[in-house]
């Protein structure tokens, strides 16, 4: 048997992805907890998810909402205690489901204790758990970070006088992988975890964690881009390898990796099953789609089109086409919503384009991930005043424009499509005041929109309602291996309307068009058997059933055949 059809069950999951925050408040403080959680997972289970991944819940100060972390052992006071951890847990397990936590250990926060101790001397036992580079050899070679509002990774602390390198935000020093002390630690915390029972981790850029420690100019190959400089560190899969012999070979866990700065030609030696690393990986390649080169959170002006769209997704298929596995996803929590930026979020188009991103990602191979809210349909927020964001990427790019003069009004439109805030507004369960979020003034603003219909409650008691379509997809994916395991054909590739492909396997073929169009649209597949096609799902009540192979499909249609 190939390689990626070797059953497993982390292929065959769907994954529900909760911000934690964001999720459902149950003290009143405007902020999502655990309890919150514990209280939806009848709900969560009635999707028919099968895996919850849960974004950071350790204790941390904050400065990235929970990726800075203070104690990998410790949960977050704002989202509850261990006891209701546990209580999560079990109720999970409870219902069939499994759980993926982050794990986050590219770096720490500056108030772990590791790195309150490395920063007290040059010869303090902590003090090689980071990256130092000490004052007396000079300026370090230009490093860039992503959160920093001059874009400078290192950081000068004068009680040693010398500099600590932080990808990320200056209170997010990079932890020293090239320390074995440090790497024990870190499977020694995913013990704890694995040990608890949870079911598996997404890797928070663990496409970073190896360092050439002489720190180098960036050699000219890169062209200044540092992103897949800092991606392909010297002993990046040898650290992998290791992680996998130590910890993840020894439990049944599901490992997918933040692949920031992979390349396609690189993909399997992270997800290659003799390599013994990770099992899936993110990459970034539809993330770029509509931005601006090497400028993750710049919009291009010019709109994106369907056949990059389709190229990009079907040269990743063609990857995994017998070995490793790959992971199908439109957002998360650092992008924006999937129906604003891929669909349509006019009130005209809205259901359609929502409904038929559902239709594209649970007919993909690979695993599907959705964001909490995607089932609804949730939409970005677009926010029209820096005093409404909560991001510090946003906040700290805004005082960086600021500061080099640019057009605050430009940079503020830009934030209304780009910003990771947008994928972050509390989960709207109702019409109430807060969306049934909370009873007390939310810790970010509520999209409106709540009240319009993208809510839980009304959602439920419609039946053709987006949520309601998500079940039926979603159990449409379950009930045909093939969807998951099959061949991926892709017709039509110049056609810049729709979408069309096959999934196939010796016992089925399954046509799936999808139009991506504001317009009606046509499409003519005379290569295929129509004879004995058989309609299994769409997501406009008008589609009939062809017996030819001329297609029109209304705006945003989506609609699959089952062929033979």
């Known amino acids: 048997m190939e390689e990626r059809s070797k059953r497993k069950w982390w292929k065959e999951g769907i994954v529900y992805q909760i911000y934690p925050r964001s999720f459902q408040d149950t003290t009143g403080n405007g902020i999502g907890d655990l309890r919150g959680i514990i209280q939806r997972l009848d709900y969560i289970k009635s999707l028919g998810v099968d895996i919850v991944w849960l974004n950071p819940i350790y204790k941390s100060p904050n400065d990235d909402h929970g990726y800075d972390i203070s104690d ?22 409870q219902r069939g489901l499994k759980l993926v936590m982050d794990l986050v250990v590219n770096h720490s926060s500056d108030e772990h204790p590791w790195f309150m101790e490395s920063r007290k001397s040059c010869d303090n036992p902590y003090r090689d758990y980071y990256h130092w580079w000490p004052e007396e050899k000079g300026k370090p070679p230009k490093r860039w970070s992503f959160f920093d509002i001059e874009e400078n990774a290192w950081k000068y602390d004068p009680s040693t006088k010398a500099y600590y390198l932080h990808c990320f935000s200056e209170k997010q020093p990079d932890l020293n992988w090239e320390n074995p002390k440090v790497r024990q630690e870190i499977y020694d915390l995913m013990k704890f975890w694995f040990d608890k029972g949870v079911d598996g981790f997404r890797m928070d850029v663990i496409s970073f964690i190896s360092k050439d420690t002489d720190f180098p100019e960036l050699p000219e190959e890169y062209g200044g881009d540092f992103i897949p400089y800092y991606a392909n560190g010297p002993r990046l899969h040898e650290y992998l390898h290791e992680m996998n012999k130590e910890v993840l070979s020894n439990y049944d866990v599901m490992t997918v990796g933040e692949g920031t700065g992979i390349s396609i030609d690189r993909a399997l030696d992270f997800v290659n099953e003799d390599r013994e690393e990770l099992n899936m990986f993110f990459h970034f390649d539809l993330m770029d789609l509509d931005r601006e080169p090497g400028q993750m959170f710049t919009m291009r002006k010019e709109k994106w089109k369907l056949t990059d769209f389709k190229r990009i997704h079907s040269k990743w298929d063609s990857i995994f086409a017998l070995k490793g596995w790959g992971s199908i996803y439109l957002n998360n929590h650092d992008f924006p919503r999937a129906v604003s930026r891929w669909g349509n979020d006019s009130k005209a188009h809205w259901h359609n384009s929502a409904t038929m991103l559902h239709t594209f990602v649970l007919t993909m191979r690979g695993t599907p991930y959705f964001l909490y809210g995607e089932e609804i349909g949730m939409t970005n927020i677009k926010f029209d005043d820096i005093e409404d964001y909560r991001d510090i990427n946003t906040l700290n790019r805004f005082e960086t424009f600021k500061n080099e003069g640019g057009n605050i009004e430009a940079f503020i439109q830009n934030e209304k499509h780009a910003s990771r805030d947008n994928a972050r507004t509390p989960m709207q369960w109702d019409f109430s005041e807060n969306a049934g979020f909370t009873c007390s003034k939310p810790w970010i603003g509520i999209n409106k929109n709540h009240q319009e219909g993208i ?77 004995h096609a058989k309609l299994v799902i769409s997501n406009d009540k008008a589609a009939k059933l062809k017996k030819d192979t001329r297609f029109v499909l209304e705006p945003y249609q989506a609609v699959i055949y089952q062929l033979h």
């Open 72 to 93: 990998y052992r410790g949960i977050m006071e704002e989202f509850g205690t261990m006891a209701d951890f546990d209580e999560l847990l079990k109720g999970m397990k």
């Open 455 to 531: 809510n839980v409650m009304v959602q439920e008691s419609e039946e053709d309602s987006v949520l309601n379509y998500f079940r039926r997809m979603i159990g449409v994916r379950k009930s045909n291996t093939t969807l998951i395991y099959g061949d991926y054909t892709l017709l039509a590739p110049q056609n810049e309307d729709i979408y069309a492909y096959t999934r196939s396997d010796s016992k089925n073929t399954f046509l799936v068009l999808l139009s991506f169009s504001i317009k009606q649209a046509k499409i003519n597949l005379k290569q295929l058997d129509f004879e």
